[in-house]
Nanobody, 135 residues
Framework: VQVVESGGGTVQVGGSLRLSCTASEFNFGDSDMGWYRQVSGGESDCELVSYISSRSTSYYADSVKGRFTVSIDNAKNTGYLQMSSVQVEDTAKYYC????????????????????????????WGQGTLVTVVS
């Protein structure tokens, strides 16, 4: 399954942005869709931002809880991450990922090797979309 993110860009503090993730094929009953982010230009790990499952389960990192909303339009094979009240600390490259609905659970962090996050627990990983928040 291939996934392609879009919607990144530059936004002012307090503003909003909606990221999209389109999957070449996606069965919401068998798979979950999630979002990770990695601070730009660094060797930092990828942090799990949010995910949504077919069991109506959603997860948000504490740092985005109450500000970001994850959703899926199954008919369009597209997932969304609505970002509101963005902060400078939200500046990062955001990656869409797909994981089986079966265990193990979503890793909260993916180790970075040479700037690339290791995604062995995931079925699909996108090329990322850059979000820059300016004051």
């Amino acid at each position: 399954v291939q996934v392609v993110e879009s919607g990144g860009g530059t936004v002012q503090v307090g503003g909003s942005l909606r990221l999209s993730c389109t999957a070449s094929e996606f069965n919401f009953g068998d798979s979950d869709m999630g979002w990770y982010r990695q601070v730009s230009g660094g060797e930092s790990d990828c942090e799990l931002v949010s995910y949504i499952s077919s069991r109506s389960t959603s997860y948000y990192a504490d740092s985005v809880k109450g500000r970001f909303t994850v959703s899926i339009d199954n008919a369009k094979n597209t997932g969304y991450l609505q970002m509101s009240s963005v902060q400078v600390e939200d500046t990062a490259k955001y990656y869409c990922a797909i994981k089986s609905a079966l265990p193990p659970p979503w890793p909260e962090r993916l180790q970075s090797r040479g700037g690339t996050c290791l995604t062995r627990h995931l079925e699909s990983w996108g090329q990322g979309t850059l979000v820059t928040v300016v004051s």
